[in-house]
């Protein structure tokens, strides 16, 4: 039967490194950041409820969600945030259940890579919880460099997210991704074989 890991992060934390070295080892990976993209694509009911919430102006001219408007209200708003999360959990989670079901009779790990695994109830599927962290510094600086952030940009999405250290404490595993690469992939690599090779619940 398969072994269910829930893997996450924060921004800028190198959650996607890790997912993809676990997939590289032989893991299977249901990414739900791609499942959220297809909650709230045309045609979906999530995408109308959020137009209902947030107005047509969060709406691109081919009919699709304009993701960087949206984040834009979200990451400045926690009330926004709030009622985006209410409008597309549900419809996310069902369909991570549905990926797991899927899978229930397969041999190996499957990586559910969330990234608000805390944030919510966890899935009662997860059996190990991975949390990717590095500490505050490297994970703004990241954002500078990665992805254009001014540094109070950064700072506003970091404080949106629950803390990294929170994670951390909450976490059945840690993977330390302030160093190297290489540390980082045999960290993954052992946690891999660890949980290969122990029997599952």
């Known amino acids: 039967m398969v072994r269910v890991i829930g893997l996450t992060g924060g921004i800028g934390s190198g959650k996607s490194t890790v997912a993809r070295i676990f997939k590289e080892l ?23 409820e959020i137009v209902a919430a947030f107005g047509r102006g969060v709406i691109l001219p081919d009919g699709s969600l304009d993701r960087a408007r949206l984040a834009s209200i979200i990451f400045r708003d926690e009330a926004a945030r709030a009622t985006l999360n209410a409008i597309t959990h549900p419809p996310i989670r069902a369909r991570l259940g ?39 510094a490297t994970q703004l600086r990241r954002l500078v460099e ?20 929170a994670k951390r404490d909450r976490a059945d595993e840690v993977v330390d991704n302030s160093r190297s690469m290489a540390e980082t992939r045999a960290q993954v690599e052992k946690l891999y074989q660890r949980y290969q090779t122990e029997p599952g619940r």
């Open 146 to 165: 990665r992805d254009g952030f001014t540094p109070e940009e950064a700072s506003r999405r970091i404080a949106a997210q629950m803390p990294l250290d």
């Open 98 to 136: 549905a990926e797991v079901e899927a899978r229930r009779d397969r041999s190996g790990l499957l990586v559910l890579d969330i990234p608000l695994l805390f944030e919510g109830d966890p899935d009662d599927e997860i059996e190990i919880s991975v949390v990717v962290w590095v500490d505050r």
């Open 26 to 48: 032989g893991a299977e990976v249901v990414d739900a950041d791609q499942l959220a993209r297809d909650v709230v694509a045309a045609g979906q009911p999530a995408l109308g």
